[in-house]
T-cell receptor, first 112, second 114 residues
Framework: GESVGLHLPTLSVQEGDNSIINCAYS??????FIWYKQESGKGPQFIID?????DKRQGQRVTVLLNKTVKHLSLQIAATQPGDSAVYFC???????????FGSGTRLSIRP | EAGVTQFPSHSVIEKGQTVTLRCDPI?????LYWYRRVMGKEIKFLLH????????ESGMPNNRFLAERTGGTYSTLKVQPAELEDSGVYFC????????????FGSGTQLSVL
């Protein structure tokens, strides 16, 4: 079915440590995956994306890993900062003409 | 470049009343989407416009919801009559392409139905 789920609803990380946010998707036909960040009072903001022909993509302090075998997506944030506090959503698109489907989100909180 | 703007930012209405939400997409973006997030759950797709045409409205919950995009510019989402379960944050997003398209979101409208 259409379902993008997350392993943990909340994640608490020490400032300066690396954060790993996980996501499981159910549609093996999905070929495009995106991570969004939503800060309080704002709409979701694009962070990074990856297509199914790749298994890793890096951005500035962020890395997305895709494991199609187990239908798993992860977002790694290096040297987590207070400004990284937000809810992170993974999303998928299973054809070039279809809607983007979001999961329920993981709240990332930073301990000083 | 102006981003996606939504109005109002908050709306509190009573059950049975009508509310109209507005979205102004990024200029030049043919694709406009409405999503809804209810009580901290996932962001649920409602519908997708390509210019003024409804490309996909499979997420619209029922016929109390009416979306329009006259002229292919701004869009409105009307809820009539509103029910308690319609409460949530309604997000609008736009993109220049559908395939592998990066969505740009507005800040949302927080709708509370009492």
């Amino acid at each position: 079915g259409e379902s993008v789920g997350l392993h943990l609803p909340t994640l608490s990380v020490q400032e300066g440590d690396n954060s790993i946010i996980n996501c499981a998707y159910s549609n093996s036909a999905s070929d495009y995956f995106i991570w969004y960040k939503q800060e309080s009072g704002k709409g979701p903001q694009f962070i990074i994306d990856i297509r199914s022909n790749m298994d890793k993509r890096q951005g500035q302090r962020v890395t997305v890993l895709l494991n199609k075998t187990v239908k798993h997506l992860s977002l790694q944030i290096a040297a987590t900062q207070p400004g990284d506090s937000a809810v992170y959503f993974c999303a998928e698109q299973y054809s070039s003409a279809s809607k983007i489907i979001f999961g329920s989100g993981t709240r990332l909180s930073i301990r000083p | 470049e102006a981003g996606v703007t939504q109005f109002p930012s908050h709306s509190v209405i009573e059950k049975g009343q009508t509310v109209t939400l507005r979205c102004d997409p990024i200029s030049g973006h043919d694709n406009l989407y409405w999503y809804r997030r209810v009580m901290g759950k996932e962001i649920k797709f409602l519908l997708h416009f390509v210019k003024e045409s409804k490309q996909d409205e499979s997420g619209m919950p029922n016929n109390r919801f009416l979306a329009e995009r006259t002229g292919g510019t701004y869009s409105t989402l009307k809820v009539q009559p509103a029910e308690l379960e319609d409460s949530g944050v309604y997000f609008c997003a736009s993109s220049s392409t559908v395939a592998y398209g990066k969505l740009f979101f507005g800040s949302g409208t927080q709708l509370s139905v009492l």
